[in-house]
């Protein structure tokens, strides 16, 4: 039965186990086979075509082609909204709209999906649920993002805390607590943040292997964490090692660029001047190659570079 219902259905789950076993290229295969069979089987607004456009967009924003990924679901969200409003699928787009939105820095489109995602997830599942629980942990993403931190903390704890009962070793609480980190360090809370840095990290160690970026990103904050305590010897220490492996693994990303910055401000207040300036270089060239002109990204490695370079020609 090579274009059944029961073939199409196989393809579906296929591609819904491959992205959890990050095998994004077989997933998009299996994904986009059961869609054409699907849409030759039903009409258009059919909930099984509906779910795979909705696996299709999370399948394509877990790989970072969030164009794409939208078209899809809003589509199939605009679909939903007719036929199932109040159900777990629209609750799935909506997400991953949100997460999408952040992605652009649409931060105001984000908190809508989300809290409009949050909202139907709390009216479907009982709470703790860990549907409910990842929809808090993003939407404390999105707060932070937001430079929210009070609310963002307020969000993270509840998830955090029902995860401490339900998932107390997996990957969800330890992205709670690398994110109550973030917001304890932008809250100038250096003790509650260290915690939560090192307990993200132990777990972390745990379930990836040693060059995972997932562990990398933690090495970066727990270092840039550092800095801001003023540790530097010691932030040092966990920032040039992370850096080395990003090197290699992820030579152009966010992550190096955010290790670099922080090499760089480590080195400053070392009195290693061109050090710091050679990071700070670096850093700046990739945050330009990433980002818009203008980003909050940019203009913070632009000063730093500026006042290094200001400094030498005192001396």
Same mark, same amino acid.
């Given at each position: ?6 073939? %199409? ?30 849409? %030759?089987?039903?009409?258009? !607004? &059919? ?26 679901? /809003? ?75 009070? !609310? ?39 003790? !509650?943040?260290? /915690? ?70 480590? %080195?400053?207040?070392? &009195?290693?001047?061109?050090?710091? /300036? =050679? ?20 203009? %913070? ?5 500026? =006042?290094?370079?200001?400094? /030498?020609?005192?001396?």
């Amino acid at each position: 039965e090579p274009t059944g219902p029961l073939i %199409a259905k196989g393809l579906y789950l296929l591609g819904f186990a491959a992205i959890y076993l990050d095998q994004m290229t077989e997933a998009q295969q299996h994904i986009t086979e059961c869609l054409r069979l699907r849409r %030759a089987i039903y009409p258009p !607004e &059919d909930s099984r075509i509906i779910e795979v456009l909705i696996l299709l967009g999370a399948m394509l924003c877990m790989k970072g082609d969030f164009s794409e990924a939208v078209a899809h679901l /809003q589509s199939g969200v605009s679909v939903l909204r007719k036929t199932e409003p109040t159900g777990p699928l629209i609750t799935n787009g909506l997400y991953w709209l949100g997460f999408a939105a952040m992605n652009f820095e649409q931060l105001a489109e984000a908190q809508q999906h989300l809290t409009e995602c949050l909202r139907l997830r709390q009216a479907i599942y009982p709470p703790g649920h860990i549907e409910i629980v990842d929809a808090l942990i993003t939407f404390g993403v999105m707060l932070c993002k937001k430079r929210d931190f009070s !609310e963002a903390v307020a969000h993270l704890q509840s998830g955090v805390s029902v995860l401490r009962k339900t998932e107390p070793t997996g990957p969800l609480i330890a992205k709670g607590l690398y994110l109550l980190g973030f917001a304890a360090i932008y809250l100038d809370q250096m003790t !509650e943040a260290q /915690q939560h840095i090192t307990e993200c990290l132990r777990l972390r160690r745990a379930i990836y292997p040693p060059e995972d970026s997932r562990i990398i990103e933690v090495l970066i904050l727990l270092g840039a964490m550092l800095c801001m305590k003023g540790d530097f010897s010691e932030a040092v220490a966990h920032l040039q090692p992370s850096v080395s492996v990003l090197n290699k693994t992820e030579p152009t990303g966010p992550i190096k660029a955010n290790g670099l910055y922080w090499l760089g401000v480590a %080195a400053m207040k070392l &009195d290693q001047l061109a050090e710091a /300036q =050679q990071h700070f270089t670096e850093c700046l060239r990739l945050r330009q190659a990433i980002y818009p002109r203008g980003h909050s990204e940019i203009i %913070a490695a632009e000063t730093l570079l500026q =006042q290094i370079i200001e400094g /030498q020609r005192q001396r």
